[in-house]
């Protein structure tokens, strides 16, 4: 069946009920949504604001995230330009110490962040990471009413309790793709060392942080089987990220994303997680270029000031656009 006649088939009125109703759309809905035609993008936006509408309002939360830990990483994901594989040029650094992290929350509450997120490169944290961490997590949480996100690897579930007892709420392990594509993209650890990761933060009653990343040469149905996977797993915050080409990572010459694409892909994601709290993430400006506005129609949230090792929208532009678009910035409440 062609992409024409697959998005003729698409009945929005019964997905967005079926979505609303915390019913999964099916699977050849799911591809004929990644099917549809550029033209007819606009029509998934609209049925995706209805689900999105019901439980966000037109509100967009704004987050930061900190690099926390930069490069001297082990594993080999080849995405990444702090991977063992990578020859990019980025700054390297060891663990930051608690002043410079706690001027980055600092920073994220003026640039209106209601989440702050830090992230270290490696393989999972050392006990010692998570004695500093948490000395942070109680540092700003005294003096910043900013919701605390950390982003450390692979994590054992008392590790997990330690930093929910310090005050951090949300824990960011991103199932990156599908199972079957993972090998594709990293050898050094696997697919299930992710989803239970994801169990351990769970076990340890700490919110979830998962998504993926698109355009790593992933099929459709390697898209499906990830919003699903992480449907099952009912994370709590959904990062969607699309590739940025990092000069010196293996993936340095994939230019697979168009603006349209990335706009189908987040409706896919919202409609199959209707209550996650859906972010447009990393490389959003570099492959939504002049139509990155209308990813607030499917997500919810945003990164601003930046990713880890590459530059993003600032703040005081973002906040415009969301203006600009009848948006507004949720109120940070230190949660």
């Known amino acids: 069946m062609n992409a024409t006649n697959t998005a003729v088939a698409l009945d929005w009125a019964s997905i967005v009920q079926r979505s609303l109703d915390g019913e999964a759309i099916s699977r050849d809905e799911a591809r004929a949504i990644l099917e549809l035609p550029d033209e007819r993008v606009p029509e998934a936006l609209q049925a995706t604001f209805e689900v999105r509408q019901r439980y966000y309002g ?28 990578s020859t990019a040029k980025i700054d390297k650094y060891r663990l930051l ?5 706690l001027e980055g929350a600092r920073r994220a509450c003026e640039a209106k962040a209601k989440r702050y997120c830090m992230a270290t490169s490696g393989r999972g944290p050392t006990d010692a990471d998570i004695d500093h961490l948490c000395e942070v997590a109680r540092t700003i949480k005294r003096q910043y009413p900013v919701e605390l996100c950390v982003s450390l690897g692979i994590m054992s579930e008392p590790q997990a309790r330690r930093l929910k007892e310090a005050g951090i709420g949300w824990v960011n392990h991103n199932l990156n793709t599908s199972e079957r594509h993972h090998p ?26 998962s998504g993926g990343i698109v355009g790593m040469g992933e099929s459709d149905e390697d898209i499906i089987d990830l919003a699903f996977a992480l449907r099952e797993l009912n994370v709590d915050s959904l990062p969607v990220n699309f590739l940025h080409p990092i000069e010196g990572t293996p993936f340095e010459g994939y230019r697979h994303l168009t603006p349209m694409r990335c706009l189908k892909i987040l409706c896919l994601f919202r409609l199959l997680n ?51 678009m009848g948006f507004e910035i949720e109120a940070a409440n230190g949660g």
């Open 97 to 101: 110490p608690v002043d410079q992290l």
């Open 184 to 209: 594709k993209i990293c050898t050094t650890h696997t697919y299930q060392d992710r989803v239970e990761t994801l169990r351990n933060v769970k076990r340890a009653g700490l919110q979830t942080c």
């Open 274 to 324: 209707p209550k996650s709290d859906l972010r447009a993430a990393g490389g959003r400006e570099v492959n939504l270029r002049s139509v990155q506005a209308l990813a607030l129609y499917a997500a919810n949230s945003i990164f601003v000031e930046g990713y880890l090792t590459t530059p993003g929208q600032q703040a005081q532009e973002a906040h415009r656009m969301i203006e600009d």
């Open 58 to 85: 037109k509100r967009v939360k704004v987050c930061v995230l900190q690099n926390a830990r930069s490069g001297l990483c082990p594993e080999d994901c080849h995405y990444c330009s702090q991977s063992s594989v």
